[in-house]
């Protein structure tokens, strides 16, 4: 599968917390380096996300905010 998205970035579920509808997985980009992304549950369990499997993070976005 080809992606437009540029930002693809490779690490290792942390945490998976399930709600009925939504559930929120903590990925572990780097030691210490966490990204969190909410995704329906449904997504969850069609792709076999929990802790320890290693997958890669998609960002795309038209609006990037950085804070200094």
Known sequence: MALSARNLIKGTVKEVK??????????EIAP?????SAITTNSVEKLGIAAG???TVVIKATSVMIDA
Do not use: F, L, P, S
Request: no cysteine; net charge negative.
């Open 18 to 27: 399930k709600g009925q509808v939504m559930a929120e997985a903590t990925i």
């Open 32 to 36: 210490g380096v966490e990204i969190a």
């Open 53 to 55: 499997k290693e997958v």
